[in-house]
């Protein structure tokens, strides 16, 4: 994905502003910001074919299976009658296997935990090929065990599917042990990233953080 000098506003009030980066297949990122400076809007903007959102507090609904659940996603890719292709079909096979969680592809939801439910609306995404995976605050309401699985698999998908993770959150310590950079909003809703660390005159992932909550203590 490669973004180049992208503002986004709304009926003329400026909601992030500054926004240039390129990703890589396979990065993990971290994109970090105080409540309220726009880290779901920007998720939203760069959503589209090849970059899903990543559902997060969907209910489990009673009746449907985890494979049902994920067949209901590609909605959009069925034919006239609602049915999925083999193709699609195999693909949502291969995005559970993927993830760890073939033997709960037969489960009713409403039985699954909420790690192995956010598993598979990760697996939902995945099976419709996303080059990148979008995700607000995916553990905000799992305990340490779960988030720890989470950011466990999310990492595994990036290093052996080459898929690119952007992931929001508060929680900034274990996701900072998975991420390979840090996107970073301020209060005031600017947009910084950090570089490769072989670049040296790129931002650190720590002058990211820095500048984003910093500021936000200073208002």
Request: aromatic residues 6%; neutral net charge; proline residues 4%.
């Amino acid at each position: 994905m490669r973004i180049k000098d992208l503002n986004i506003g709304h009926r003329g009030k400026t909601l992030v502003s500054g926004i240039s980066f390129e990703t890589e297949p396979g990065e993990f990122i971290l994109l970090c910001g105080p409540n309220g400076s726009g880290k779901s809007t920007l998720l939203r903007a760069l959503a589209g074919k090849d970059a899903i959102m990543v559902p997060t507090g969907v209910p489990k609904v009673k009746g449907f299976t985890l494979r049902e659940f994920i067949a209901t996603t590609l909605y959009s890719e069925s034919d006239w009658r609602g049915r999925i292709s083999p193709a699609m079909a195999s693909d949502i096979s291969k995005s559970l296997e993927s993830l760890g969680i073939s033997s709960l592809a037969d489960r009713d939801i409403s039985t699954l935990s909420d790690g192995e439910f956010q598993k598979g609306c990760i697996a939902s995404a995945l099976s419709r090929h996303a080059k990148t995976l979008l995700l607000d605050e995916p553990t905000s309401f799992l305990d340490v065990d779960n988030k720890s699985l989470i950011l466990q698999a999310l990492r595994d998908i990036a290093r052996s599917t080459g898929t690119t993770v952007i992931m929001a959150s508060h929680d900034l310590a274990p996701a900072l042990s998975c991420a390979d950079r840090v996107f970073g909003i301020t209060a005031d809703h600017r947009f910084l990233a950090s570089g490769p660390v072989t670049d040296d005159a790129a931002l650190s992932a720590s002058d990211v953080i820095s500048a984003c909550f910093s500021t936000y203590s200073s208002r």
